[in-house]
């Protein structure tokens, strides 16, 4: 067995198991106390389901004693792959409470990183959730050969399955009963005996610079930063939560997980993942923590909205929009609108915002947090206009995912807020961020050189971002290495940039170059396939492919007119100067971004060398040779041409009559 | 506690797999001077995707018509079996009498009521298996109300099965060609069937939607145990997920058998293939 050797002894004072100072015995605590509570709704079957505290943990004993059945020991990592279920978390805190870890895996993964993660955390049993899930295990099963179970717990489509080492959720769950009638008290007592110091949850970094690493976080880490958080946000038993984002991300394991038993309150599951936004106006949650897309992709559907709608409503919206940009203006400092301010922004209110809030079910929302990835202030202060109390999350996910964060009454769209109580913040010398609390993880799993290289001897954690401190609040400018100086020694983010050039609803994704040593600043970036197709459905502009929209000169000026207006907000030295439209989307499966959707620079550094050498030569064309291998085995070169469009062409003239709507809406 | 797995069977013939289901002999449909099928005979197996190509003109639909009933066939008899020996002879079948038989269908150009939502059309697949009395189905009461909620129930498995959960309350007009053929398919599967007769549900579709359907057709068949008769163009569907193909060419069955078989078959390469046998 894969016992650990530099596990910690389990404190004294936790052993008397009174203490709720574990995810499982916070769970015993809940059961005990509102058996009848609802933990946790899944909408199926066009119903929302409730399971119960007593249920939950009803089915959690079930599930470990199965597990212990397999075999599971203390110390053991058990991987879980699948989207949102309440079974993900019944799966976590059986084995938690068995006193073994949980490491979450993207659903969206495959292939080599799966592997990674199974053979890396040496993981027996993997719980997947569906047929498409099971598929991709079997078909790495010969290089995970550690694993002998797999569990699925949605059946449809496995009854022919015969693997041997395949079975049911459900079916566990029943031998576990029998096992746990065979053996009274043995969950109790591994509970009771549990240890706040013993890994919870293992995420997996981003992993923007590297293959992602598995950071190992406590109870007592997690916990911790609960207890922080609540500090500054309370939550109550009583607020509502929708859980759609992966477990596997730290943001999610955050709210749903270590909050969410803290306090208790209840987690919605949407019915599918076409229908969240859907489910999330059902709900309306009053917390939420999304990466900048989720907040980015509701700002672009309202843009498109607006865009749609008729002269009078776009000119109320417009009216409403000033009024409480200029109302939140005073909110986010903590300050009292004047009381003409005030009226005004109660009829704004009541026609143009609370309509949008309420599209987006964010009406009761009472605070939305944002983190992962900087979010361009535009966005920032659209939310904040139209009344939603968003605020910048900064963390990492060997600090349990937040350190720093905004108070409710100071919110600054280019900082990322306060340290957190019982949080240190310190800037190294070199500009690096220093972080040190309870928060901090135990350690990178099976790799104690990469966690010492990460945490020093003082408990300080090196979060390789560089930033400054403005009056208190914390800065950050980019990944350390990411940050750029200018000719005239001017510091600069990439992700500023790129953010700008963001705003626009036409760009999906930004990535810039140069910059440096008197080098002109260049961009990457790729169209946005739904809006900019919609465009170009009413420009009468017929196309076939993505690469064939991405290549038209129409949709040219449009992004040119996009990067126009990013550039009004820049400082001269960091203005784009040249940029191509790339004629793939960025993808996860080839490795460009992330599984959060974070821009993996070095892949793209060595992918599309030619194009960036291009950029910075001022080329007017670069051909791309990309290979192409189809499924059946045969391997074509295609040489696709792609335009660098220099700024300097550009005539102001604005294609998309973007100004016309959203002119005076930044 | 959530029960991931269905709970309603879709499939209501309980013929042992394998068995015949619906057998077909000698079947002869003439319009005018027109011989729209001659003496055509097959057999449809229990548990089978069977499908039925052949070119334009060749009779395919002309025979889904007979046997759901809405062509009466001048010779020739169809026989759907059941159970327990008992067999039902539809040459003479009113269409409605037919469908309560079991056999559920979908039509090559969408037979939806646009106005009705996803939901409400699904219902209507219920409905040869509700009973009804007029009082409390006015004051929706009582037996009513069960009864309704009962449908209801399978009709979320199917809309689970087809993942339409998206457009539950959109009315179908509203929707794109690809979920209003999945949605017929939808109540077709409502129904219940015991044999599930489909007219070209890729007719139009593009590959990716192609996929999907055909995706949709297979976990019909695999995990509803539905079978189902497929009238198909895209040979590279019909060979990647029917069991048995049957090829009409002007109203003549000149080839049955198994996809490979059939692939390989001279006549069907004249007839269909052309020369896409020879590749």
Known sequence: MTARTDRQPAPAAASDGTTADTFPRLLRALAGERPDSVAMQEKLYGIWQPITWSEYAERVADFAHGLAELGVERGEVVAVIGDNRPEWLIAELATQSIGAAVVGIYPTSIGEEIVHILSDARVRVVIAEDQEQVDKIIRLKDDVSNVHTVVYYDPHGLEQYRQPYLRAFTEIEESGRAWGARHPGWLDERVTTGSAADIAVICTTSGTTSRPKLAELSHRNLLAMSEHLQQVDPLTPRDRYVSFLPFAWIGEQMIAVACGLSEGFTISFP???????????????????????????????????????????????????????????????????????RLTHRLADAVALRPVRDHLGLTRLKRGYTGGAPLGPDVFRFFHAIGVNLKQI???????????????????FHTVGTPLPGTELRIAED??????????????????????????????????????????????????????????????STAFVE??????????????????????VTAMI????????????????????YTDLAGKPAVYELIASAVARANEDLPESTRIRRFVLLHKQ??????????????????????????????????????????????????AERETPLRVYSMSEFTGEDVAGTTAAWGDLR | ????????????????????????????????????????????????????????????????????????PREGSIVLHTAGGGAHRLTRGKPHRIARLGVARSFQNIELFRHLTVLENLMLGRHIHMRHRLLPSLAWFGPARRQETAHRELV???????????????????????????????????????????DEPMAGMNAEEKEDTARFVLDANELAGVTVVLIEHDMNVVMDISDRVSVLDFGKLIADGEPAEVSRDPDVAKAYLGEEVGR
């Open chain 1, 394 to 412: 900064y963390g990492q996910t060997e600090i349990c995912g937040i350190a720093v964060t905004h108070t409710d009454t100071d919110v600054r």
């Open chain 1, 526 to 545: 790729t169209i946005d396939p739904a809006t900019t197709g919609a465009w170009a459905e009413q420009q009468h502009l017929s196309y076939t492919t």
């Open chain 1, 431 to 492: 500009g690096e961020i220093l972080l040190r609390s309870a928060s901090v993880f135990r350690g990178y799993h099976r790799n104690p050189e990469a966690t010492s290289e990460t945490v020093d001897g003082h408990g300080w954690l090196h979060t390789g971002d560089a930033g400054y401190l403005d009056d208190g609040h914390l800065v950050v400018i980019d990944r350390a290495k990411d940050v750029r100086r200018t000719a005239d020694g001017q510091l600069f």
């Open chain 2, 156 to 198: 979320e498995e199917v809309i689970d099965l087809l993942q339409i959960q998206a457009v539950r309350h959109k009315p179908v007009g509203a929707l794109a060609y690809g979920f209003q053929k999945r949605v017929e398919l939808g109540r077709a599967l409502c129904m219940q069937p015991a044999l599930l007769l489909l």
């Open chain 1, 586 to 635: 960025l993808d996860p499966d080839d490795d460009e971004i992330t599984r959060t959707r974070k821009v993996r620079r070095g892949v793209i550094g060595e992918r599309y060398a030619e194009i960036i050498a291009a950029l910075e030569r001022g080329d007017t064309e670069v051909t791309v040779v990309n290979t192409i291998t189809y499924q059946d085995g045969t391997v």
């Open chain 2, 1 to 72: 506690m959530i029960t991931r797995s269905y709970r309603y069977p879709l499939n209501s013939s309980r013929l042992v797999p394998g068995r015949p289901l619906l057998e077909i002999s000698g079947l002869g449909l003439r319009f005018g001077g027109v011989t729209a099928l001659d003496d055509v005979s097959l057999t449809v197996n229990q548990g089978h995707v069977h499908a039925v190509i052949g070119p334009n003109g060749a009779g395919k639909s002309s025979l889904l018509n007979c046997i759901s009933g809405l062509y009466r």
């Open chain 1, 499 to 520: 953010n700008k050039v963001k705003f626009s609803q036409f760009v999906e994704e930004a990535v810039m170059f140069g910059g440096e040593s008197g080098a002109d």
């Open chain 1, 271 to 341: 019915e599918d993942s076409s229908t969240q936004r859907a489910n999330l106006r059902e709900i309306g949650p009053d917390v939420m923590f999304s990466p900048p897309r989720i907040w980015e992709s509701m700002l672009s559907d309202v843009q498109v909205r607006i865009g749609e709608s008729d002269r009078l409503k776009r000119s109320v919206f417009a009216w409403g929009y000033r009024v409480g940009d200029r109302y939140a203006e005073h909110r986010v400092r903590g300050a009292r609108p004047g009381l003409w301010l």
